[in-house]
């Protein structure tokens, strides 16, 4: 479980002094959930997002655990240091919308032919339940020829989840290389 302490003050001097002590500024936020102003070391939070094996994991802010998901996240354009991170907190029963990840498997066919694959929606917004949350979505792209592409209609949407994006947008594809 990540562990992280209660922010007094939300102004920018105060956000400054706990950046250069080597904290990562966060909110933490839900539908019908007051918003809590937290910060985490920002080594040990990068560290635990990145071997997590799931979308949701814990938090523990003073005496509180809460179940978040990492829902956005700013970076400081010079350094590429991570600045601030917003965590959505997963309520039981109630719906809300996140951004799933979106994972390839395999090499396109198209890529022999002097092809690049592109993948044009990182993340996809969808609407459901905590208990219906999934990691992420799948795609198979070895039949992907140059020209092809794999469509919001085209993929295998779970059950009791809503895509909240046209059906019509193109999540990956492979092009001709110039």
């Known amino acids: 479980?990540?562990?992280g302490i209660l922010r007094d003050s939300t102004g920018k001097?105060?956000?400054?002094?706990?950046?250069?002590?080597?904290?990562?500024?966060?909110n933490i936020y839900g539908k019908g959930f007051e918003n809590i102003n937290a910060a985490f070391k920002e080594n040990e939070f990068i560290r635990y997002a990145k071997q997590k094996d799931g979308l949701a994991f814990e938090v523990k802010i003073g005496d509180t655990i809460t179940k978040v998901v990492i829902q956005d996240y700013q970076r400081d354009p010079l350094t590429n240091r991570l600045k601030h991170v917003d965590l959505k907190v997963l309520i039981d029963g109630v719906l809300s919308k996140f951004l799933i990840p979106v994972k390839t498997v395999g090499i396109p066919k198209g890529m022999k032919d002097k092809g690049v694959l592109i993948i044009n929606k990182k993340r996809l917004l969808i609407k459901c339940t905590p208990a219906n949350l999934p990691n992420s979505f799948?795609?198979?792209?070895?039949?992907?020829d140059v020209g092809g592409s794999i469509l919001i209609r085209d993929?295998?949407?779970?059950a009791n989840v809503t895509m909240m994006e046209s059906g019509r947008i193109s999540v990956v594809g492979v092009i001709k290389s110039k």
Not at 138 to 144: A, P
């Open 1 to 3: 479980m990540l562990e």
């Open 13 to 26: 001097k105060a956000s400054k002094e706990l950046r250069k002590d080597g904290y990562l500024i966060a």
């Open 138 to 144: 799948t795609l198979d792209v070895t039949e992907l």
């Open 155 to 158: 993929m295998e949407i779970p």
